[in-house]
């Protein structure tokens, strides 16, 4: 069989061809293209607003710039990309990492409870690779405790909660548009805020904090998306339906047959979301299926099929986390990393090469 990759990373021909009509035009730095390109992702995912930058992280260190500061904390899921912490670092706050539900990987908002201090200012929820935080029971417990939410949907384009997608909720809810993602033009990011101040300081603060021309009146950074980018990405807006439905009947089919291999177990979709399958990722109990993550994944790769491990250790066993905050166990975090394997669930892939995959593991099984 042909090899099989984790993502399928290609612009179609529309695209291109947007690109390239910004590339002859020699408007290339930000302009109507990204004020076409917040106006569409806006109304696609119903916020009141969105504020393109240059990539996922910038969209994070600004929404934590607008909100938050020097001395102050942030809950954040220890299980997640670096950024969701690191950026609040950049900032001068403090991320409290917080473990996970074991099912689906989400921030355990018990745990959480537990590391609330008076200078916890903030919450910051990742629907992890695609699934859908619990949106009206964090806005509870962010409401109980006067915390601000600051969502990281780097991995969500696409996903809802009872049928209202996750963009639209709240004051910030940050996406990435890097190659792996369901949405992709290179680099890139965009921030959905219903909130008008908000819009305006993070527009601001993305281009050295300048209110008026050569007037800086804030601190802000060169965080400015291209036109170019831009041009893709309304491109990709127009496919992100399709790619999603793709993606949702590649893992229906994992879903389905995993029910009878023993000591495989997917991540568990929360009640009333709709999963935008960012990643497929299951689980493997070695003592029912009988080989490990990393045994699997060999074998897999020696049958052309790629898999990766997102992540092999929580930001609580990050070098860098351990010398600032201390070591800290979070143990459903640390089991997870050391069992967890994603598997191709892209777009680019058709029915027969996703029975193949489910094929090949029922055969790793002992």
Known sequence: MNEIGMAEIKLNESEIDAAVRVLRSGALRQGNECEQFEQEFANKVGAKHAVTCANGSAALHLAYMAA?????????????????????????????????????????LDDAQTRITPNTKAIAPVHLFGNSCQVEKMQEFADKYNLLIIWDAAQAHGTKFQETDVGSFGDFTCYSFYPSKNMFVG?????CTNNSDYENLLKFMRTHGQTGKYLHTMFGLNYRMTDVEAAIGRQQLERLDTMIRIRSR???????????????????MT??????????????????????????????????????????????????NV?????????????????????????GLDEESVNKIVEVIRECKK
Not at 250 to 268: C, L
Not at 272 to 282: K, R
């Open 68 to 108: 938050i500061g020097i001395g102050d904390e942030v809950l954040v899921p220890s299980f997640t990309f670096i950024a969701t912490g690191s950026m609040a670092t950049a900032v001068g706050a403090k991320p409290v990492f917080c473990d996970i539900d074991p099912e689906t990987f989400l921030i355990d």
């Open 187 to 191: 680099e890139g990011g965009i921030i």
């Open 250 to 268: 590649n893992a229906g089919i994992y879903n389905r047959e995993f029910e009878s291999i023993e000591g495989i177990r997917p991540q568990k």
């Open 271 to 320: 009640e009333g979301a709709q999963h935008a399958w960012h990643q497929y990722c299951i689980t493997i109990d070695k003592g029912t299926f009988g080989l490990n993550r990393d045994e699997l994944s060999v074998k897999l790769r020696n049958k052309g099929i790629a898999s990766a491990v997102h992540y092999p250790r929580g930001l609580h066993q990050q070098p860098i």
């Open 323 to 347: 010398e600032l905050y201390g070591k800290e166990v979070l143990p459903v975090t640390e089991r997870l990393s050391e069992n967890i394997l994603a598997l191709p669930v892209h777009h």
